[in-house]
């Protein structure tokens, strides 16, 4: 029978939302308790740089910065349990979280889960997945030493990612279903200075060839329909995100996964609050999410008081 842990403030995540928060609770005396997740700092840990977070100017990886947030909040007394939330009942105070180690009993929840990374739903890609098929570069680019990859994406993390795989691949070709990326114009400048990335515009990936790693792509022409079988090691997947709630379905107001809030970071059930990607499916950036983090806390907080 799992331990039940009875626990002040009680925070879902510990990407830049969730430890923002927290740093604000446990700064408020306020005991608090992170529950990591099965990625440490969130999604934003698997960027290679971050370069547009304000004050910050030496450009340190997502797992740097988040360590630097990281270790704020436990200066003021967080604490981290490095688990996963399996289950969660928000049918009456204190609500019952239950993870793979325990069961927690929080007075106050504040749920900063993320998102994770849209997959293409394409045949072959589920199968080798891990076996040439990643969606994360920062992680596995280093196994693609002088191969020949592919990026499926046209947003700031595809080109980001691909500026950043060209340490390792002997190229890198940008796959997007439209005729112009949709990046930042610094990150487009970075991307057509180098001379190992390469385009295939009003493309999108049909198929994932190969049978015990990845041996190439399909690819159909968005303007032709023209179907081409091209070789490639590796394809890393940056076609977007979508929220992590599956846990909290039923039980809080949601649209197309995000969980509603009102301005102040409260959701329906009092004691509840969502911040982060959890309820953001628009600006996606860390200065935004660890602003919300921090009106959560900072809400709740006052909502006790």
């Known amino acids: 029978?799992?331990?039940?842990?009875?626990?002040?403030?009680?925070?879902?995540?510990?990407?830049?939302?969730?430890?923002?928060?927290?740093?604000y609770t446990a700064r408020a005396r306020l005991e608090t308790v992170v529950i990591t997740g099965p990625s440490l700092g969130g999604?934003?840990?698997?960027?290679?740089?971050?370069?547009?977070?304000?004050?910050?100017?030496?450009?340190?990886?997502?797992?740097e910065l988040m360590s630097r947030f990281i270790?704020?909040?436990?200066?003021?007394?967080?604490?981290?349990?490095?688990?996963?939330?399996?289950?969660?009942?928000?049918?009456?105070?204190?609500?019952?979280?239950?993870?793979?180690?325990?069961?927690?009993l929080a007075e106050n929840l504040i749920i900063t889960t993320g998102s994770r990374a849209v997959t293409m739903s394409v045949p072959g890609e589920k199968e080798l997945t891990g076996s040439g098929v990643s969606y994360c570069a920062t992680?596995?680019?280093?196994?693609?030493?002088?191969?020949k990859v592919a990026v499926v994406g046209g947003n700031n993390e595809a080109v980001e990612e691909a500026i950043f795989l060209t340490k390792f691949a002997s190229s890198v070709t940008i796959i997007h279903r439209q005729?112009?990326?949709?990046?930042?114009?610094?990150?487009?400048?970075?991307a057509k200075e180098n001379p190992k990335i390469q385009y295939?515009?009003?493309?999108?990936?049909?198929?994932?060839?190969?049978?015990?790693h990845v041996e190439g792509l399909?690819?159909?022409?968005?303007?032709t329909g023209e179907e081409l079988d091209?070789?490639?090691?590796?394809?890393?997947?940056?076609?977007?995100?979508?929220?992590?709630?599956?846990?909290?379905?039923?039980?809080?107001?949601?649209?197309?996964?995000?969980?509603?809030?009102?301005?102040?970071?409260?959701t329906k059930i009092p004691g509840v609050y969502a911040a982060g990607e959890s309820v953001d499916g628009f600006y996606k950036q860390v200065v935004v999410s660890a602003g919300m983090g921090a009106m959560a806390g900072i809400s709740l907080i006052k909502d006790l008081a």
């Open 1 to 23: 029978m799992k331990e039940k842990v009875p626990c002040k403030v009680l925070i879902l995540g510990s990407g830049p939302a969730g430890i923002s928060a927290a740093i």
């Open 43 to 63: 999604r934003i840990s698997l960027a290679s740089e971050i370069d547009n977070y304000p004050g910050v100017t030496d450009n340190p990886s997502g797992t």
């Open 71 to 104: 270790s704020q909040a436990e200066k003021f007394g967080a604490v981290l349990d490095y688990d996963t939330a399996i289950k969660v009942n928000l049918s009456g105070r204190p609500f019952e979280i239950e993870t793979e180690g325990k069961i927690y």
């Open 139 to 147: 992680c596995d680019g280093f196994f693609f030493k002088d191969k």
């Open 179 to 190: 005729g112009e990326l949709r990046a930042d114009p610094i990150r487009l400048e970075k």
């Open 200 to 212: 295939l515009m009003n493309s999108t990936v049909t198929a994932v060839l190969g049978k015990d």
């Open 218 to 223: 399909r690819v159909k022409n968005m303007l």
């Open 230 to 266: 091209m070789p490639f090691d590796g394809v890393f997947v940056f076609i977007g995100q979508k929220p992590i709630s599956e846990l909290y379905e039923g039980q809080l107001e949601m649209e197309k996964g995000l969980i509603k809030v009102d301005d102040r970071m409260r």
